[in-house]
């Protein structure tokens, strides 16, 4: 079985850059992954023990789900097209209209409902991102940019993912360029991106945002197993983990993408400085999965002591402190 | 990260990759398809055994006549009765309701078919709980 149309698939280390980058690929706009990923600002960092969902203190490693969509186009004047739909017969028309016209769109869906999915991730998360490109008789093409190559994807199952409910509920959500600027000022929206990314991470008030998130979280963290017991302490060392490095969403895989972002602006820019900037970000990706280490030797109990707990508080203040001189010094060198 | 640091355990993808940015050998960032980390694993393992350990608790529950078939599949779709009202479109207060078995046992086919349908079942198996031969 073959798709009906060629279609610039790339796989891509995070769904919404992924999805955005083939958007406009398709439409002639061909800009790599860490570009739209810098330009989106979508580095983030948020931890409050004193908001709780479902019992669990509230940790982000990113920004809302199409944050850095609105962003980046924005910033690089690309008009874009967001459609939501009260029921699920009007949504599906009016994608089967779109794809008839030759036109890729991009979708907000749960991955839960996603049969292609390994059936160990499928969890109930409505901000996953994909493009639908092709229609044929037993269903759809997409380009789902986590993956290795395009999908196909039964219609009913599609449709579930659409409309699932509850946090971030996708309510049919369909997206696409309306207007591409002929040149975009690349350059400039570089500039926004990261003037906006270094504001995210250093100068939000009051909000344990950015770099005081991270720094909330290592004092937090360390007072888990008094406060909490083993087990629930365990429980949500595997949660952060799981969201930094298993979902994909956070940790060192944006810090490698943000990373390769500034190497990227630094020859745009014609700005050296920020090839030092972009060396110093993977060192802190590294970093970050060191910290992923040990938080997953903590939930195999394979370190049970108590010092395990004072090493990820540990890893976190440096952590802290590293991006917020890297931060400081990028908002200088540009 | 370099190139050929990129973890390839088999790990939660089943046989998938998925796309990892590292250096290669000229100091340039790449694409890298990993197969996987073991770090992954180990904390997908645990969340799922968290899921599982529920799940038995609550396929117990039912066996036990404490709480309807319904809670069964709300756990196994990873919902609680705010995300299934929000599925159904019935209200939290009448979901809590249905939880109970002899509420359950008298609901009407409509009611019980927006739930199969919440669940992606059909109506006859939403009665039933897997290992429990009908």
Known sequence: MSAPRAFPHRHSGHCETGTLGALLRDRGLDLSEPLWFGVGSGLFFLHTG??????????????????IVRAATRRLGIRMRYERFRDAETATRRLEELLSQGLAVGLQTCVYWLP?????????????????????????????TVFEE??????????RARFARGAFAPRGLLYYPESIPDDPDIEDAIRAGIRST?????????LPVGVRGIRALGRDIGRWPARLGVDRARAQVAQIV??????????????????????EAGLRLVLPALQDLSREMTAIGDEWRQFALVGAHICKGTRTDADAYGELAA????LAGREERLFRALRAAI | MKAHEVPQDDSVLEGR?????????QGHYVVVASRGW????IVNEHARDALREELEAVRLQVLAGKVSALAYHMTVCQMDYRLLAANTGLSRFRVRRHLRPKVFARLSHAVLERYAHAFGLSVAELARLPGLGG
């Open chain 1, 50 to 67: 004193l908001l709780k969902v479902g019992g669990l203190p509230v940790t982000a490693y990113r920004v809302a789900p199409l944050a």
């Open chain 1, 116 to 144: 292609y999915f390994p059936s160990t991730m499928r969890f109930q998360f409505n901000g996953h991102n994909l493009v639908a490109f092709a229609r044929d008789d037993a269903g759809y093409w997409l380009s789902d």
């Open chain 1, 150 to 159: 395009v999908v196909h994807c039964a219609p009913e199952a599609l449709v």
């Open chain 1, 198 to 206: 270094c504001r995210q991470m250093l100068d939000i008030p009051l």
């Open chain 1, 242 to 263: 799981r969201m930094q490095e298993e979902i994909g969403t956070g940790g060192a895989g944006f810090r490698f993408l943000f990373a390769a972002f500034l190497a």
């Open chain 1, 315 to 318: 890893f976190l203040a440096q």
């Open chain 2, 17 to 25: 990759r998925r796309a990892c940015y590292a250096l290669d050998a």
């Open chain 2, 38 to 41: 073991e770090v992954e694993r």
